[in-house]
């Protein structure tokens, strides 16, 4: 198999001594969130006087939750705004939309929320991504004008005119890279935010990287692997182009910088590059802006602290399996019975990027080069 292969080591070399103190205070008070937890319980009031001292006490466990919680926020508000690459939804938005954030990620993070549900919330965080990315709302820019047929016919067939912001020449020379596999349908919704933004109805190219983790190792020694056989991808077509990575969770920042610096390896000079994810952890986006020149991370959500298997907390899980459903080890799904597996209400509303996606699959395929 030919692969390359990038090291928590190398990613840690990349981080500065003030990030390394942030993160270390970050990990000290979610020690202290982490002793409240068990304490911690979301049930009815008992009717029972004799449980009323129980739940006196759940409600105080709670209410040391929020503060140290906001005193976590506060922390990593601080340490964002020193960082003008980093740019947090739930910090830089205005205060009216702040609930709609905080209500789409713990939808995203509850224990009950199902796949089609989380799938929903998916797509309404990468609509609140794109407007955070590309200013979709700026009202002094210059304006696009829409011209749609509706289905009104009398007294004669009836036209709309609506007005959207112009920002073609920040979107029609972009690339939606993607990092299987949970990161397949949040980057076919983000193409189709452009598509829908772009006057021209501009279809982005698609880059298809199969890169993954060693989950045998632990934060401290984890292993990022970019597996170029099963990969899809036309170097030439990155080369001056705007990458965009979407995926809903960036933990360690590893596989993108496995990725980049691989392209760099290889003489692409991308123009810029942006990073789009539901909940970030503080370390992987801070090696991130460390190792990547001209690169930003746009995220809805900043968690601080990594547990020791590298996966975020309180995070929310395996966002690809709760997105694509669980893999079979022995019987893994390739990028089209992944595509398949979406149904005909996901392939019909994302028909060009399937049809994208499809067509770099097969192009490689053809041709016998990644």
């Not at 949970?182 to 890169?211: H, Q």
């Not at 292993?223 to 170097?235: H, K």
């Not at 920042?253 to 952890?281: C, D, E, H, M």
Request: aromatic share 8%.
């Amino acid at each position: 198999m030919e692969k390359v292969i990038l090291k928590a080591a190398d990613l840690d070399g990349y981080l500065t001594t003030s990030d390394k103190d942030s993160l270390e205070s970050l990990t000290l008070l979610f020690n202290r969130i982490l002793e409240i937890f068990p304490k911690v319980q979301l049930e009815k009031k008992p009717q029972d006087f004799s449980q009323r001292k129980n739940s006196n006490e759940v409600s105080r466990a709670q209410k040391s939750l929020i503060t140290l919680y906001n005193e976590m926020g506060d922390m990593l508000q601080d340490i964002c705004k020193k960082n003008h690459n980093i740019h947090v939804y739930s910090f830089v938005s205005p205060q009216e939309n702040h609930s709609e954030a905080s209500r789409v990620i713990s939808k995203l993070r509850d224990i009950n929320t199902e796949n089609f549900e989380f799938v929903y919330y998916i797509q309404r965080a990468y609509e609140m991504l794109f407007k955070l990315a590309w200013g979709s709302g700026n009202t002094d820019e210059q304006k696009n004008h829409l011209i749609v047929k509706t289905p009104v016919t009398h007294p004669v067939q009836n036209y709309a005119v609506h007005k959207i912001t112009n920002i073609d020449k920040k979107i029609e020379n972009t690339v939606m890279c993607v990092m299987l596999r949970g990161a397949l349908l949040p980057s076919m919704i983000m193409s189709k935010e452009i598509e829908e933004y772009s006057s021209g109805g501009y279809v982005t190219p698609f880059a298809l990287f199969k890169i993954y983790r060693n989950e045998s190792k632990r934060e401290i020694d984890m292993e990022y692997i970019l597996d170029l056989e099963n990969s899809f991808f036309n170097l030439d077509d990155l080369n001056d182009k705007d990458l965009i990575f979407a995926d809903p969770m960036n933990a360690t920042g590893g596989s993108l910088v496995t990725v980049v610096n691989y392209l760099i390896s290889k003489g692409i000079k991308p123009r810029s590059i942006k990073f789009l994810n539901v909940i970030s952890a503080l370390k992987g986006t801070l090696r991130i802006i460390r190792a990547i020149e001209n690169c930003d991370v746009y995220t809805i959500w900043m968690d601080g602290v990594l547990n020791k298997d590298a996966y975020i907390m309180p995070g929310l899980g395996d966002a690809g399996d709760r997105i694509n459903g669980n893999d079979s080890e022995i019987n893994r799904r390739n990028i089209i019975r992944l595509l398949a597996d979406y149904g005909s209400g996901i392939a019909n509303l994302y028909r060009s990027q399937y049809r994208e996606i499809e067509n770099t699959v097969l192009k490689n395929i053809t041709a016998g080069k990644r």
